[in-house]
């Protein structure tokens, strides 16, 4: 087992450490403590160009004190997948430090039989999971050596597969030393993407993609799968990480059926877009960050 590299660094963000952090500490510094601590947290993998400010608002959330693994749930963009895959590699380079994969519960994970391996050109190549490491590594700083990563690509899972794995992660879930990072940007407007709805009650194009984002964090917020889903069913939100969204509602579900003591509070704390569509020749991508805790 070998180390994966940080193929986007140099990027995608910044491949020189000392840069990287001060980039890091300036957006988690401008950004409000509301919703913590944080158990678990959906934050954007684009460019940090483009989403670095907001993904600070979901890692804002974050108590570090407590955290001991991450788990890292990010959709696949190259690679069709129909279940979840995990690493073959035992750690994960930022320019920061190093991430160590924690292999007992990709043991444990393995054992249930419902995850392929990805290879290291595959796990390479997808950004999903790379976005976040460096935020991982800046916000846990404190606790370098005492925590590890859990990194699970996920695929295009129908939604009894999005309930079966839900299932797998709430027990992990449950463990107030864990943290889940759910990986996903929001719409993704415009002819390149070929998504270009509009809804014109609501005004310019930018408008409605903040309207129908929205209406869709607002399900997501509901902590109900079958809101989500719905959602998704009738208005075929361009959301890339709508199946990691899907699988930690399922996982808030099981855990609630098991656990009536619990308190569970989901909120958006950040929404923000590429750029502000007028015209059908535009394009932009959505970002927002929320929390869940319990």
Same mark, same amino acid.
């Given at each position: 087992?070998? &180390?994966?590299?940080?193929?986007?660094?140099?990027?995608?963000?910044?491949?020189?450490?000392?840069?990287?952090? =001060?980039?890091?500490?300036?957006?988690? &510094?401008?950004?409000?403590? !509301?919703? !913590? /601590?944080?158990?678990?947290?959906?934050? /954007?993998?684009? $460019?940090?160009?483009?989403?670095?400010?907001?993904?600070?608002?979901?890692?804002?959330?974050?108590?570090?004190?407590?955290? =001991?693994?991450?788990?890292?749930?990010?959709?696949?963009?190259?690679?069709?997948? !129909?279940?979840?895959?995990?690493?073959?590699?035992?750690?994960?380079?930022?320019?920061?430090?190093?991430?160590?994969?924690?292999?007992?519960?990709?043991?444990?994970?393995?054992?249930?039989?419902?995850?392929?391996?990805?290879?290291?050109?595959?796990?390479?190549?997808?950004?999903?999971?790379?976005?976040?490491?460096?935020?991982?590594?800046?916000?846990?700083?404190?606790?370098? $050596?005492?925590?590890?990563?859990? /990194?699970?690509?996920? $695929?295009?899972?129908?939604?009894?597969?999005?309930?079966?794995?839900?299932?797998?992660?709430?027990?992990?879930?449950?463990?107030?030393?864990?943290?889940?990072?759910?990986?996903?940007?929001?719409?993704?407007?415009?002819?390149?993407?070929?998504?270009?709805?509009?809804?014109?009650?609501? $005004?310019?194009?930018?408008?409605?993609?903040?309207?129908?984002?929205?209406?869709?964090?607002?399900?997501?917020?509901?902590?109900? /799968?079958?809101?989500?889903?719905?959602?998704?069913?009738?208005?075929?939100?361009?959301?890339?990480?709508?199946?990691?969204?899907?699988?930690?509602?399922?996982?808030?579900?099981?855990?609630? =059926?098991? =656990?009536?003591?619990?308190?569970?509070?989901?909120?958006?704390?950040?929404?923000?877009?590429?750029?502000?569509?007028?015209?059908?020749?535009?394009?932009?991508?959505?970002?927002?960050?929320?929390?869940? !805790?319990?």
């Amino acid at each position: 087992m070998s &180390k994966r590299r940080a193929i986007h660094a140099g990027s995608w963000y910044s491949g020189s450490g000392s840069v990287l952090n =001060r980039e890091l500490e300036d957006w988690l &510094k401008n950004a409000d403590e !509301t919703h !913590t /601590p944080a158990r678990a947290i959906i934050a /954007p993998h684009a $460019g940090y160009s483009y989403c670095g400010a907001c993904g600070g608002f979901a890692y804002r959330q974050v108590d570090p004190s407590n955290v =001991r693994r991450v788990f890292i749930l990010g959709p696949s963009h190259h690679v069709y997948l !129909t279940g979840c895959a995990l690493s073959s590699m035992a750690h994960y380079e930022t320019p920061l430090y190093d991430l160590e994969v924690d292999q007992a519960v990709y043991k444990e994970l393995s054992e249930t039989g419902l995850f392929e391996r990805m290879s290291q050109s595959v796990d390479e190549d997808e950004h999903s999971i790379e976005m976040h490491l460096p935020y991982v590594a800046k916000v846990l700083e404190g606790q370098r $050596g005492r925590y590890t990563i859990v /990194p699970v690509l996920v $695929g295009a899972l129908k939604e009894h597969k999005e309930q079966q794995f839900g299932k797998v992660f709430s027990k992990y879930l449950a463990d107030p030393q864990n943290l889940f990072v759910i990986s996903s940007d929001f719409c993704h407007w415009g002819k390149r993407f070929r998504f270009t709805y509009h809804n014109k009650s609501h $005004g310019p194009i930018h408008a409605s993609i903040e309207a129908l984002d929205r209406m869709g964090m607002e399900k997501i917020e509901s902590l109900e /799968p079958k809101a989500f889903s719905e959602y998704q069913n009738e208005f075929q939100n361009t959301i890339c990480g709508r199946h990691p969204i899907a699988v930690l509602l399922h996982a808030v579900a099981d855990l609630r =059926r098991g =656990r009536e003591d619990l308190e569970f509070s989901l909120k958006f704390v950040q929404y923000a877009q590429s750029s502000r569509c007028k015209s059908l020749t535009d394009s932009s991508v959505s970002y927002a960050s929320a929390s869940l !805790t319990i």
